[in-house]
């Protein structure tokens, strides 16, 4: 665990007595707790033992502040880009996990590549960012995309979102690994979380060099 | 066989004498012959018998016309669009076939996903085609994309070109099948003959129609 | 979107309230509506709001149709077979696709390579067809054996219906993908949709010429 | 090993000086010795030690009669059928087999399904067999439109034969399993002699229950 | 459908009354039915309105007979062998299927190959069956054992039983493909019926050759 | 293209011809040239046209460096680590490009995780690393301890050394996308050249922000 | 079964009713019971009949002992190593089996490769084991690092524990194949028992070795 | 490196003259010297250098003893267990590896379950062995029929030899995986090395544990 930053649980498979048990082991030392893979009644569950987690139904993340300011504010963004509804539960386990790391987020949500147009009208302000976390189910082609269009680093998510011989996600991640464009780097199916953790240990290079500088 | 079409022989596994026996028959009849899955040894063996057959290196085909007019010109053109040098043996094979027939082929071979621009400096010209053949290896998106800017219809063709995780071109496979753009389909890993064949069938029923009308 | 034809939806993995929020503001825009992959539950919740919808549960479709004549008649008719009843739910998303595109539709549903008799007792009528769509699970032989009877093209659609060594419509995918008959395409397992857009197009294709030419 | 019948050696992976050992000591207990899986080259080497070898290029196989009788005619024959020139060498190395445990064979080579009328003008002859050996690549879809067409067993025997998402045999491999024909059963790919000695067995089978009678 | 045989329904993906109204055209022109892939709420269903069928829970099948002798006594009998307990819903569609026919089985169900004397305290009994049905999962080494024992056809049945690398029935399908001993055929994994329709061709062919000269 | 980076040119596929002609295209622009996988006599052969070009044979890589200074000093270094012998063509490809690109690069070659002593005695200078590349062939376990030990991010690139079930790459491939440890991202099998980059991306950054804060 | 051990019964899929017949015939000839892969819901059934069974709900193991002493008490114990909380199902199936044989057992359940320090803290101990159970499911590397760490054999069992590019345990099962520390031999994915039977038997080895010598 | 054991090189991709500088730094060190993965080639070159070198052809390994006794002579055998002449060279690593080790190997090399005869006629020698080494290709059930006939652990190892649905050693590796015989564990596919150094560490302990009470 970095200084600041939130703890993180992974929820799948956790009992809500032992996530509760976990949680309070990480408040008690005064810091964030995140966790991720959380379905709304096991959320219920936990929150009914500790309202103080806020619970989101998309990302079926948790989290709990603490109170404490994390870090000075990061300078720059983290661009989070996907084709649509599909992949949204995966594009907001990225957004929302770059948040609980105090990173601002700005989501690019239907910009696929079979109306590559859409993706042409935000391409600037995805461009700024200091890194992209890129999420495609289907054929998932994206990152390639963005990828040939911007010179950070882009972080790729597949998505098992598709069917027949999407082969839950197979197809979107050899995509992805075959992607021709440099600059992309790829993390499992549906690892949303995986995604923006890549993301924000690049934006915190980016920041920390700054601050580093700054305080001298 | 369809009327004044040339008969197309599979070179591959095929021994020269085997082909150069085949060929003659066909000949005798006043068809055209063409041979695909030819290398230049084996072209070699086959010029020396019959030397009216023209041999091309990239595509990897044999033509032989024998003279007669196949059918009045057609109207309109087939897009043949591919990312670069890679795919150039299969994208030629596709051209070779498609003009065999007696198509007005375009090429478009220098536009993949990673660098969209030169991509979007030709999309007119390709939009204009009556049917699209679109071949990629390794990620195999660019299908994806031309399909989501053309409205006439898209032949994919996989092609082997990529390493590692392209798994002999089964990734550029999966990703054309999963296309989120509709208007897609799908011909066998490096089966530029097939795409051609398919797109030709297309591009004789917009001219068969207007030949017909005409004829009235 | 193409002229006068219906806004698909893709009814899968979307809320009823999604599915009416975008359905309201498609028929604001006077276009018809065509949702796919629809169960007969979230069609009953829809259908709540807007009665004017029409489910059909085979099919999984919903259809809205707002009163405008889409397009003088089309000549000619689409080809939908397959073999019995295992794979009607994708043969009818097929044929209730080109329906909703204005096509006409002839449904040859009992003709399985395994008696194959039935057939050649209809296979003039396919050979009159624009287009065909062949639909097969388990071996997927059936394309193939069309293909070769049929000098128009063949969009083949293989589906996941089968067991044990079908592996979910793979073995049916790679039969379609490696067919030695010409003229065929395929898309993705189970997906009548995608057969059924390629074919419109086609069909649309030579009636276009016709009409293009008749407004002469 | 059955009475009668030769002796049968998988030549892959064996030296000559093996091949021959082994020979001579069949041989020397006067049975016939039958070899499989033999290329030119380690042929030449054998039949140069033990020129009683008759060698057949197109099965790679060997065969060495010791003249002995083997048992009396047999009656009826074993159908040998494939699609054509690619899949020779597989049905040869049936066909060969079948012949040299006693079988007559007859050959039935360029009924592929995508001529299906070519198959029609055989079939009343395969038919009448006893049993069916039927080879295919590619799509591998032959053994289910024979399957449906014959009622006696069906061996079916997919090869490598074809090229992309064939994957070395494995979609003929998958159709012939799941072929919705009843009757057929299946062997591993390009197992030439497997499909034939499974058909001899059968074929045994009918003639004995005869001859047993017969000899009441 | 073969003379004096059962007409056979795959019961699988088949609505009650759809069942219903084909066992009554069956029924109607007085022949048997028999329907396999029938759980215990469908068949409950099905009795309902035709009493007269009598289901089998462990082989999910159904059995209708019309009271008509189908053929005289065969002589001999097909042998069932499998493993043991978790085989038993395949092995019993095979022997269900078998006796459906008309054939005598003989059941061999506790003789796996971790255990092998239990196999040999039965293998004179197997020895002289016409042919074995050996059905097996997990490993599926089974029918090499058998084969390599009887010198009969072995029709070799994978099953899905196992977990882990046992993929859904890969392991022992590719076991038996693959299996050293001659004179094993294999049909799709958990195809029971398969396994016993091949078995009775064979056992026909036994019988008829006998029963043909006996009217002589 | 990023300012002052080389361009790379992917050499395989490619004829020494072809690359020759791009190389003085880029060369006349005044840029520095990289090109990979090019093998010893492939590269012979541009040397002798080229003789500026300097050609590493464990890389298979050739520079031809223009003389211009690219950018004022980096400060840090990339950590490339791996675990010996068998994956140093892979390694090597990632440490050329990086410094291709102007990076230090620290080489870690002996630090296997089943001798995971040898990478305690280095793991010290490979925390102080901006970010690593991890390169491991059979199990590919290695980024996974790896990225447990630091706290920077970590490019797996997993390759095709190993044997049987290693699946040219995919075994190591499938470690590193399900690897527990956080701040992983993946490449392809084999692809030290796309290691490297994503490296030198996130190097740049850290770089870039010092450079820019130092120009105020 | 050896002499003093348990019979054990694989619970998966066999009835209580079933269940309770085995375990009784066993109990009567005085031997201990062991049955695994038996869910909470069948032990209780089993339990109502059987009360002298304790079950344990994480390994879902049931156990009866007769009583009677199995052999003199073992030197040594067996080391049973894991990640984690995920893997405890596997993990306790193992270590319930080794101890339902006999032997001591100790447990390390919080040392993956991540956070590698807290396998350092245990080595020790773990090294004076006679062998090691080492169970991993996502990437499946801790095998390796043990096996490097440790002199004696490792048993490693592959989990299913994971998602998307896990592909149900494959990931680990093929880590754990390509392990290139040595002494380390590997079960089926999730197979516990499997992993604890074959450990069992190497320390019955260095045990009836010392005993055998004792005796003397 | 266990005490009094030779140190291994793995032969594979290493150079002759990496081979030679290895192997005199250990012998140097006056240990033995094990090389495998040589082939004759390579051999001789180093042989050339290195004369003391003892070469295997069919094991394709080297050794070199350097004269010092290892360890007093241990007491049972390791039992090396095969099918016959295809997987010889994984056999003969196995055993070579042993022998290198200093334990008797006893060879039982035509055993396959095809024809478990013979299997039996040396099943009361293998059962007497410390811990057997199972090769086998194709199909692989070996290792289940003996791990049921014998009471010692089980290193089964698969081989790639077969073809077609073999996949390289896949078939019987899972097979191996499925094992339903308790107290087989799996090495890589044509892993010999690996399956012997297994054995190995388990002959040790049945060794050790009696010398050090012998020493006591
Ligand atoms: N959604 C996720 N997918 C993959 N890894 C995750 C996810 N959420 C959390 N993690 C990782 O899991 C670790 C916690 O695992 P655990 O100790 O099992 O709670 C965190 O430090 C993260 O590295
Ligand atoms: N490159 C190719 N790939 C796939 N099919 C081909 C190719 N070239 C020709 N064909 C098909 O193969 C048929 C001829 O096969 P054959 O009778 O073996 O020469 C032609 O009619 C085409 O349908
Ligand atoms: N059953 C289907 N399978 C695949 N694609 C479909 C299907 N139905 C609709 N689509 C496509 O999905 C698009 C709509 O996707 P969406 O915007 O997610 O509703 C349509 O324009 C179609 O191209
Ligand atoms: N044939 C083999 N297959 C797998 N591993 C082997 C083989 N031969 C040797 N090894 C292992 O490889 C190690 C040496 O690897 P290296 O340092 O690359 O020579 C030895 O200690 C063995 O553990
Ligand atoms: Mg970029
Ligand atoms: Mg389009
Ligand atoms: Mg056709
Ligand atoms: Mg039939
Ligand atoms: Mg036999
Ligand atoms: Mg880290
Ligand atoms: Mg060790
Ligand atoms: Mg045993």
Not at 25 to 34: H, L
Not at 140 to 159: D, K, Q, R, Y
Not at 170 to 181: G, I, P, R
Request: hydrophobic fraction near 40%.
């Amino acid at each position: 665990k970095r200084q600041g930053f939130p703890e993180v649980i992974y929820g799948e498979g956790k009992e809500p007595s032992q996530l509760i048990d976990i949680s309070r082991a990480i408040n008690a030392k005064q810091e964030n707790v995140f966790v991720t893979r959380v379905d709304a009644e096991k959320a219920a569950d936990i929150q009914n033992q500790m309202p103080a987690f806020t619970y989101d139904q998309t990302s079926r993340t948790l989290f709990l502040a603490n109170g404490k300011e994390r870090h000075q504010a990061w300078r720059g963004y983290v661009a989070i880009v996907c084709a649509g509804t599909s992949d949204l539960h995966v594009a907001e386990e990225a957004a929302k996990t770059a948040e609980a790391f105090g990173a601002e987020v700005r989501r690019f949500y239907d910009v696929g590549v079979a109306g590559i147009h859409r993706l042409f009208e935000h391409i600037h302000e995805i461009r700024q960012a200091t890194v992209s976390v890129v999420i495609a189910g289907m054929e998932g082609a994206l990152p390639s995309v963005v990828g040939g269009l911007v010179s950070h680093p882009v972080i790729a998510v597949p998505t098992s979102v598709g069917y027949g011989a999407n082969f839950q996600g197979l197809s979107a991640l050899l995509t992805m690994l075959n992607s021709c464009a440099s600059g992309i780097s790829v993390v499992n199916i549906d690892n949303g979380f995986g995604g923006a953790y890549n993301a924000i240990m690049i934006h915190q290079i980016a920041n920390r060099s700054l601050s580093e500088v700054n305080t001298d």
